[in-house]
């Protein structure tokens, strides 16, 4: 344990003496906003980043554990998309003084759920679109933009944000998302630092196939 403290999912700032860094599960109030242990962003708070999010849609967004949030990501919720399959895109619905009842939800473009998998690293200033899924252990460069889904282990940058590579070979790919590190205990992940720090990946490997047995 790093200065005799264990590792706590339930304080907001993990890094004693500085408040730009918050474990973000703690900081939430909105429920559909659902957030795993020890997910951190390099912010004071974080559901500012959270945008259009309207309850009458009832789409949420749901990170898993272990995620790596860095400044300026914004998440952006099925709220922002207009009607789509008319003439005009304009919200006259929203607006005061226009003889227009909000659309049906069958008219509006909505995506479903945000969702973000475990130990992922999203970049400064990237934008996750409504609806987006992205896969355990992936990427997402810096100033991206994300509208299609991310598959587990692979990099993506750009705008619109595409393949750039992925980070594994699909063994090693298979093997990880098969043991799910982030689902042990506190004291196993303690243990298991080592390997999964580890830049012989082929350690890696015979590591989790032995674990996997």
């Given at each position: ?48 980043h ?70 992922v ?19 997402i ?73």
């Amino acid at each position: 344990m790093k200065n005799k403290k264990k590792p706590d999912p339930n304080t907001i700032h993990p890094i004693v003496g500085y408040d730009q860094e918050i474990y973000v599960k703690p900081t939430i109030s909105n429920p559909n906003i659902i957030v795993g242990d020890f997910t951190y962003m390099a912010d004071k708070e974080f559901e500012s980043h959270v945008t259009h999010l309207y309850e009458w849609n009832n789409d949420k967004l749901i990170i898993g554990k272990f995620c790596q949030i860095a400044s300026g990501v914004e998440f952006i919720m099925n709220g922002a998309n207009h009607q789509m399959n008319a003439v005009s895109t304009f919200p006259f619905y929203t607006l005061e003084g226009w003889n227009m009842n909000a659309p049906s939800i069958e008219d509006l473009p909505l995506k479903g759920d945000t969702i973000i998998g475990n130990d992922v690293w999203i970049g400064q200033n990237a934008t996750i679109l409504p609806g987006v899924h992205i896969g355990d252990g992936a990427i997402i460069g810096a100033n991206s933009v994300v509208g299609s889904d991310v598959e587990a282990y692979t990099i993506v940058a750009g705008n619109p944000a595409r393949l750039i590579r992925k980070r594994f070979d699909d063994e090693l790919t298979s093997l990880l998302l098969k043991y799910k590190w982030w689902d042990q205990s506190i004291e196993d992940i303690q243990e298991l630092i080592p390997i999964i720090t580890n830049h012989d990946l082929e350690f890696v490997k015979e590591f989790l196939k032995d674990k996997l047995k």
